[in-house]
């Protein structure tokens, strides 16, 4: 929507934030109409939510040693002088690196060499 006001007020010579302001209710009645359309939809296949206590906590440790809270420590845990966008590529690179250590991930096969200690045998 931001690439398509960009142009209207490229066309129009309109200013962008004119534009932006004028587009803020149709997108509202957008999203309330997505949410609506979701809500009647799992009403109809009785889908229910889960309950509070069983949703995952907010904050997980950056201890543990899963993928998720990998990601999680580098794009936000991470230091805080560094620019949200440089930390958001280190989350990438650590994703993609880790993601060769697990078979049912791997893009590619290991070297044997490589995969030997895992057991993964370097193939898919």
Same mark, same amino acid.
Request: net charge positive.
């Given at each position: 929507?931001?690439?398509?006001?960009?142009?209207?007020?490229?066309?129009?010579?309109?200013?962008?934030?004119?534009?932006?302001?004028?587009?803020?209710?149709p997108a509202?009645?957008?999203?309330?109409?997505?949410?609506? +359309?979701?809500?009647?939809?799992?009403?109809?296949?009785?889908?229910k939510g889960? +309950?509070?206590?069983?949703?995952?906590?907010? +904050?997980?440790?950056?201890?543990?040693?899963?993928?998720?809270?990998?990601?999680?420590?580098? +794009?936000?845990?991470?230091?805080?002088?560094?620019?949200?966008?440089?930390?958001?590529?280190?989350?990438?690179?650590?994703?993609?690196?880790?993601?060769?250590?697990?078979?049912?991930?791997?893009?590619?096969?290991?070297?044997?060499?490589?995969?030997?200690?895992?057991?993964?045998?370097?193939?898919?």
């Open positions: 929507m931001g690439a398509v006001a960009f142009l209207m007020a490229a066309f129009t010579e309109i200013s962008y934030t004119y534009i932006c302001v004028i587009a803020f209710v509202l009645m957008y999203y309330f109409q997505c949410y609506m +359309s979701v809500h009647f939809r799992s009403g109809l296949m009785d889908i889960i +309950s509070r206590n069983e949703l995952p906590g907010s +904050s997980p440790s950056c201890g543990r040693r899963d993928i998720s809270s990998s990601l999680y420590c580098c +794009s936000s845990c991470g230091s805080y002088r560094a620019l949200p966008l440089r930390r958001r590529l280190w989350a990438m690179a650590l994703a993609v690196f880790l993601g060769f250590f697990r078979e049912d991930t791997r893009i590619v096969g290991l070297p044997p060499v490589l995969a030997a200690p895992w057991g993964s045998g370097g193939g898919h």
